[in-house]
């Protein structure tokens, strides 16, 4: 019975962590480790430094990773860092390559000093007083971009500081649970921190047909044992294009209030907000003016992520043909036909004409003379093309069909229009003795007509004639 039950448990073991094995597909992501030049006063904007970081993914402080802790010849070991993160947003396969892959997920990781914000929607977040000995900690921000490009994820996260010791070039950091103590020949701990906050995004370039309404995907987790997560949220929506910005959105998760904006449409499912951490943007309608960089930003006391995504508003043209239908065609006239490509967006647009012969055969006409573009009222665009068409230059049979192409990033759009084009060249031998034979025809019977017309003729008029006797 105790075999049984030993068995029993250790084949339980064995299940548990295979299923941990496979399920734990948290990743090991070589990213940049940028921070601010050291001692420098004068405050010269871009002075950074960079230098390689290996970052270990975890979901838990027990799970360990199978890799070798070694850190690379290239990567310093004290930038070697293990990012505990129980939400397991970093876990997802965009941020796993298979081995071997040439792509590969792109990061960043800064320092990051918490501070209160003086945002009217934020300031409510640090009125109440926190625990400081919280903050007084190593904090890092860092950004994650997925391999599809669509996956972005930002985090802030906080390694609890222990004694620093330098001794030579080695540096001590003692991590803050036992477990989690590894010693590794060059000397150095491992540097443990764990994800507070982060906000992540599906939609990190979006494309949107005029018109429709468009959601921008923003979520966010706060670590529930983290003091900082009982205290309220708030989430900021902004837009930026060009150097231009503006407050889409913001709202006060602790006073459940919104504030005054000048955007028309815009809104946030607000009870997935409180219970998700769904901070989405909806657009009820897109416009080309939505066209740029939104910022989607989720505040916790003393500590922001944001997530930058790109929407782009797309909208294919509509074509029109003029003259249509076309005017019947003599060989050898020129026609003159023009397209007219609109409602499109972004630039830039192709336009070319093709020729689709009765034998359903393709071919290229060119361009035509392209106008240049103009903008409407709605920030679409216009643009037309004007095709010279001498018949008398290329064969084109009895005719067919003058197609009107626009190549654009919203698709390929076609418009055509019939031509029928009369021949005068020469007509055959059968053809001209059918036209002689249909000729004598056509006289014999007027020829007919005529006599029948003018012998009944005569005899009416006779008849009066009698009568009148
Ligand atoms: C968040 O909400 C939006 C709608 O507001 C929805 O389209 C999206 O699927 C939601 N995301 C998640 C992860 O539930």
């Keep these: 019975m105790t075999n049984f039950s030993t068995i029993y448990k250790l084949s339980l073991v064995a299940v548990t962590c295979l299923v941990h094995a496979c399920s734990s597909s948290c990743p090991v992501m070589e990213c940049w480790f940028v921070q601010e030049k050291a001692g420098r006063g004068g405050g010269l ?12 993914i975890r979901k838990d402080t027990q799970s360990q990773s199978a890799e070798s802790r070694r850190a690379p010849a290239d990567i310093n070991p004290e930038r070697v ?17 298979p081995r071997g892959s040439v792509e590969k997920p792109q990061c960043e990781v800064n320092p990051f000093v918490p501070q209160p914000s003086s945002l009217k929607w934020v300031a409510s977040l640090t009125e109440s007083a926190l625990s400081p000995i919280y903050l007084e900690a190593e904090w890092f921000s860092a950004s994650f971009h997925g391999l599809n490009q669509r996956l972005g994820v930002s985090t802030i996260s906080r390694a609890p500081t222990g004694s620093k010791e330098h001794d030579g070039a080695a540096h001590f950091r003692a991590p803050s649970l036992n477990v989690e103590r590894r010693f590794v020949s060059e000397l150095f701990w491992w540097s443990f ?21 468009v959601t921008l995907d923003c979520g966010f987790r706060a670590d529930p044992s983290s003091p900082l997560s009982s205290s309220g949220f708030a989430v900021e929506w902004r837009y930026q294009f060009r150097g231009d910005g ?14 005054d904006t000048l955007e028309e449409g815009a809104t ?20 080309v003016r939505h066209s740029g960089m939104y910022i989607c930003t989720v505040y916790l006391p003393y500590l922001l992520a944001q997530v930058v995504m790109e929407l782009e508003i797309v909208e294919p043209p509509s074509l029109s043909i003029h003259p249509s239908p076309l005017p019947l065609t003599v060989t050898g006239q020129t026609l003159s036909v023009q397209c007219e490509a609109s409602g499109f967006s972004p630039l830039p647009l192709e336009l070319s004409w093709e020729f689709k012969g009765s034998d359903g055969k393709s071919r290229p006409l060119g361009t035509g003379s392209v106008s240049g573009h103009r ?31 626009a190549v654009h990033p919203g698709g390929t759009r076609r418009a055509s229009a019939t031509l029928n084009v009369i021949g005068f060249s020469g007509p055959s031998i059968e053809d001209s003795m059918a036209m002689v034979g249909v000729a004598l025809v ?10 029948t017309f003018t012998s009944s003729g005569s005899n009416t008029a006779e008849n009066q004639e009698k009568k009148e006797k």
């Design 45 to 56: 904007a871009g002075a950074t430094t960079q230098e390689k970081t290996l970052i270990h």
């Design 81 to 97: 860092y293990t990012f505990t993160d129980p939400a397991a947003t970093l876990c997802q396969p965009a941020f796993n390559p």
């Design 193 to 213: 921190s764990s994800v507070v906050l982060s906000v992540s995004s599906r939609t990190m370039s979006a494309q949107a047909r005029l018109g429709e309404p």
């Design 246 to 259: 503006r407050l889409v959105l913001a709202y006060d998760g602790t006073s459940d209030r919104l504030a």
């Design 268 to 287: 946030m499912d607000f009870e997935a907000l409180h219970q998700r951490g769904n901070a989405s943007l909806t657009l009820q309608e897109a416009k």
């Design 375 to 405: 903008q409407a009222w709605d920030g679409t665009f216009t643009q037309s093309t004007r095709l010279q068409l001498d018949t008398s230059k290329l064969d084109l049979g009895t005719g067919g069909e003058v197609v009107c192409v």
């Design 442 to 451: 056509l006289y014999g019977f007027i020829k007919f007509i005529s006599w």
